[in-house]
């Protein structure tokens, strides 16, 4: 009867160590991987500034360029009234408006065009922070697999 009680005695150690290592051993792997998942918001969190800060100075690009177009687009209307009333026939007043409406309307689409290669540039320049960040995430979750 002692063999018997030394032997559930045994079991029961040899239970309890081994639940006591696989408990130790599951709380290990989910301290790591909370480690792993604060490291990737940290990551993250580090590249959605980087992105927010390329479109912030983006717009302020965009904005810089509508305050001097708007400017010179005043200054260019002042000037063309000014011609207008200059004007000694209704042939020359027309002509002077013909030219003005021109200039202006070639002036807007370069504008345009320059505002659309800063909205580019900007897109460009805020999504490779984030596209960093798929990259790293996705090449992460195929190591696992």
Excluded: C, H
């Amino acid at each position: 009867m002692a063999k018997a009680a030394d032997t559930i005695q045994t079991t029961i150690e040899q239970y309890t160590t081994a639940g006591n290592q696989a408990f130790k051993d599951g709380v290990e792997k989910s301290l790591t991987a909370l480690n792993d998942i604060n490291a990737q918001s940290k990551q993250n969190l580090e590249a959605a500034v980087a992105s927010v800060t390329a479109a912030a100075k983006g717009a302020e690009t965009l904005g810089a360029q509508a305050i001097a177009y708007s400017k010179k687009s005043v200054e260019d209307t002042v000037s063309a009234a000014k011609s207008l009333t200059g004007a000694k026939t209704v042939q020359e007043v027309v002509e002077l408006q013909t030219a003005w409406a021109k200039s202006a309307m070639e002036g807007y689409l370069a504008e345009m065009n320059k505002a659309s290669e800063v909205v580019a540039a900007s897109m460009k320049d805020l999504m490779v922070p984030l596209n960093t960040r798929v990259t790293a995430t996705i090449e992460k979750f195929q190591a696992v697999r």
